[in-house]
């Protein structure tokens, strides 16, 4: 798997914002022998009169991995990867949607599935605790405490601090109940319920994090009500199909950016997961300004990238849409969390 960045372009926002100077980039490779990984990140010094070290910013991993029914195979791809984001110096490892496992079929996914407090998640909080560094969980087959009554899961986003305690979880609200001509059909909601409410975004080594899942990203709504109750990075660990990846996965994590000027971090599944499941990986962060500064391409593996939290303050205040919003003619779209 090759990780690789592309340069921005800072023509447009130079002449909307008078006195940016267009930050010097660099850019940072890892390789790791064992895993033949070579993990690129773009990095970004703070702008204008600030003058700290472009080292001194958050750095975080994005991981990408190919799923399997194969639970334990699928934890020790993952502690690989999140052990070479802690010698990477990350302080906080993202990884996909299903990063636990994906089944052949809904029945075979109710089967596998554990609580929180199970044998399966209590490994990834000693890998935390390990590794000394912040886990987001992309999406674990959670039994909730409503298990014996329905009999369905829930698709729960888990974020886990460097001590490995679990400091937030989110279950996905929009499942992807679809059929899409060439992809074959996905009906989530035959083994998984909807989750009842957005989570406040949690205050991390690298910014406030809107906790969202995959599907989520289709709808603006959830990406600006994390906005306004003060979300500086949105996270969309995803599983994205091979017809549906080419055609919307960057445009959708660009889009999500820009409108809430925010980081976007997606980690994604890639790869054939059994005979009947492959993703589209490219797994990727995006900035404020709607920039590519960090991608996956094939296969599992992990890219890094800085999180400069005054470049997107500097976004914000010359292009400040969230004070320019319209209420009174559209309501309470994307409105504030309570």
């Known amino acids: ?12 926002l130079s002449l909307l914002c008078p006195g940016f100077q267009k930050p010097r980039l660099s850019v940072l490779c890892a390789q790791s022998r064992k895993s033949e990984i070579l993990a690129c990140a773009i990095h970004r010094p703070r702008a204008m009169a600030i003058s700290s070290s472009s080292w001194e910013l958050p750095l975080v991993a994005v991981c990408q991995v190919t799923s399997t029914p194969d639970k334990q195979q699928n934890f020790k791809t993952c502690a690989e990867l999140v052990r070479e984001a802690a010698r990477s110096g990350a302080c906080l490892a993202f990884l996909p949607e299903a990063f636990d496992f994906i089944a052949r079929d809904p029945a075979e996914t109710l089967q596998l599935s554990e609580p929180l407090d199970g044998n399966h998640l209590s490994q990834y909080t000693q890998l935390a605790r ?3 560094l912040w886990l987001s969980l992309g999406g674990f087959h959670e039994r909730g405490q409503d298990w014996e009554q329905t009999k369905k899961i829930y698709n729960c986003h888990v974020l886990l601090n460097s001590k490995g305690s679990v400091v937030a979880t989110y279950r996905k609200t929009h499942l992807c109940d679809v059929e899409i001509p060439g992809q074959g059909p996905m009906h989530e909601s035959n083994s998984t319920m909807p989750g009842p409410s957005l989570e406040a975004p949690v205050s991390t080594p690298a910014g406030k994090i809107g906790l969202a899942i995959c599907y989520d990203m289709r709808f603006p ?11 500086e990075i949105l996270t969309y660990p995803s599983a994205f199909g091979s017809v549906t990846g080419p055609a919307h996965w960057e445009v959708l994590l660009r889009a999500r950016a820009i409108e809430t000027q925010c980081y976007v971090v997606a980690a994604a599944q890639c790869g054939r997961h059994h005979e009947s499941r492959a993703s589209y990986g490219h797994s990727m962060v995006v900035d404020p300004w709607g920039t590519v500064v960090a991608r996956c391409s094939e296969g599992p593996g992990l890219c890094l990238a800085r999180i400069n939290l005054s470049y997107l303050r500097q976004i914000r205040q010359h292009l400040p849409v969230f004070q320019h919003r319209r209420p009174d003619l559209y309501g309470n779209l994307g409105h504030p969390l309570s």
């Open 130 to 132: 390990e590794c000394g």
């Open 221 to 231: 709504e959830l990406s600006l009500a994390l906005a306004q109750a003060g979300a």
């Open 1 to 12: 798997m090759l990780g690789f960045t592309t340069r921005p372009s800072h023509q447009l």
